[in-house]
């Protein structure tokens, strides 16, 4: 016999959907945890972004599967870990290898279903012809291939263009269109964005769509078009989330003015959290530990928030947790597409997303790797219990003076040389460890985590590769 809880998601994701819902996917790059007004800003407001609350549901244990900017993309678009399919960090510039042919996007999960797809903004997952979005499943692309500061003029390094970086190219489809991209660019890389959001949405109306915007802000440098420049009177890093929060607006209004609203799936969130040595550049993790490129939460855990009137309650909170692993099959079973035929590590939480305390997780438990394939933490799928796990990890020195004007200050070194436990539930800065005081919940993740090894390797334990790890998509190119 299937278990209750088996039967009821099944019913659920089955029964639930009279029309193919249109799906928008707002990604943003390093905002932290407590950067919007709903998960706790200060100092400026972000009312568009807080309507997606309002007429939707705040996920307040929300994950990214690695807490850098590539290997979280990856996961968002293929519902893997990212050392499953060879995705490791930030991939630069002169990086020759990208995301695999073999893998199933989610834009290709959706075409199943006579979907339109496109992706605006920062995409990151190979900048080469054979790694662009349009040869994954996305009908449209425009936008920067990856991250906005691997450029030469960032304002950290001099002028003789320290790390060796080259121009920076605006892409659309295939094409470079700007080959090389200026700060002035960069001014309305948010307004450049949202237009091309709001034309896909306004041509794509009469068919089920799919758009992914990523935004290349919050990550620095930071840049902010002159309707928004100076408006917070709290200091750029508000100004430019200010203009984000109106990005998000335009959109829903978009929505609103072709009677979409109703049929349409909308889910925001972030890459990773803040990064913490740029100071007042920086975003905020609000009460979690530390930030980006860390498995403390304040990297992993991020702001989640989803709306789809009639369908996710309105006006609720939900501390479930859930990894952005999970969305693609999810969306595969609301849309009613079949899934990738190789391994993904998601699983539909669509029960959860809609339901309360009642519904359990599908999973055991969550891992997150790091760097080149480092397994640095275990948590239970509940959300309680996390086990670091031994690893060292950037610490950020807050005896020092904060970072200001673009410029970062330098990370200090830290380390955990023993399994640390912590109570999430009790205890969500992760500041004591209570390994000594549950053991036996030690244990069970130990053995979560010996699996995991199994299945995907872990270069700390010189265990590189995993029985069930792919290869990364290599080009030819010199």
């Known amino acids: 016999m299937r278990p209750i809880s088996l039967i009821f ?47 939707g549901r705040k996920f307040t244990n929300f994950h990214v599967a690695q807490a850098v900017c590539s290997a979280s993309r990856t996961a968002l678009l293929t519902g893997c870990y990212p050392n499953r399919v060879g995705i ?33 903004g920062k995409w990151h997952l190979g900048h080469l012809p054979q790694f662009l979005p349009t040869q994954h499943g996305f009908d449209e692309y425009y936008g920067l291939p990856y991250s906005n500061d691997m450029w030469p003029y960032h304002p950290e390094r001099p002028k003789n263009n320290k790390g060796g970086f080259p121009k920076l190219p605006m892409m659309e489809n295939d094409k470079i269109i700007d080959d090389d991209v200026t700060a002035e660019d960069q001014t309305h890389l948010t307004t450049d964005y949202t237009a091309k959001a709001v034309s896909f949405i306004e041509r794509s109306k009469n068919k089920p769509f799919l758009l992914y915007l990523a935004q290349s802000m919050v990550h620095v ?11 917070s009177g709290k200091g750029l890093f508000a100004d430019v989330m200010m203009e984000v929060d109106w990005s998000v607006g335009q959109v829903l209004d978009t929505l609103d003015k072709n009677g979409l609203t109703e049929n349409t799936w909308v889910i925001f969130s972030s890459d990773n959290g803040p990064w913490l040595s740029y100071g007042d550049h920086a975003g905020s993790a609000g009460p979690l530990r530390e930030g980006k ?32 692993i999970d969305m693609l099959p999810t969306i595969a079973a609301t849309v009613g597409a079949d899934l990738p035929k190789h391994d993904i590590d998601g699983k539909n939480v669509w029960p959860l997303i809609i339901g309360g305390p009642e519904v359990k997780n599908p999973h055991d ?5 790091y760097e080149q394939n480092q397994l640095q933490v275990i948590t239970s799928s509940d959300g309680q219990w996390k086990l670091q796990l031994p690893h060292k990890y950037r610490l950020l020195d807050t005896t020092q003076p904060k970072a200001s004007g673009g410029i970062p200050v330098k990370y200090k070194q830290g380390e955990i040389t023993t399994p640390e436990l912590y109570d999430l539930y009790a205890d969500i800065s992760e500041s004591k460890n209570v390994a000594a005081d549950h053991p036996e919940i030690v244990s069970k993740l130990q053995a979560y985590a010996k699996a995991m090894r199994a299945e995907l390797g872990d270069s700390l334990m010189k265990q590189p590769k995993g029985s069930g790890t792919r290869e990364a998509g290599q080009s030819a190119e010199n």
């Open 9 to 55: 998601s099944l019913l659920l994701t089955s029964s639930l959907f009279s029309a193919t819902p249109n799906i928008i996917v707002i990604y943003m790059d390093d905002m932290g945890y407590a950067d919007v007004s709903c998960f706790g800003a200060q100092g400026y407001q972000t009312p568009n972004i807080d309507r997606l609350a309002k007429e």
């Open 88 to 120: 490791h960090g930030a991939l630069g510039p002169n990086s020759k290898h990208g995301i695999n042919a073999n893998e199933m996007t989610l834009a290709e999960v959706v075409k199943q279903k006579g979907y339109a797809t496109a992706a605006v």
């Open 221 to 231: 440098p930071l840049f902010v078009s002159d309707k928004f420049k100076g408006k």
């Open 293 to 324: 490129g860390t498995s403390w939460e304040g990297g992993t855990r991020v702001c989640g928030l989803m709306r789809w009137p009639g369908k996710i309650p309105a006006g609720t909170t939900s501390d479930a947790m859930m990894m952005t």
């Open 365 to 369: 438990f969550y891992a997150t790797y």
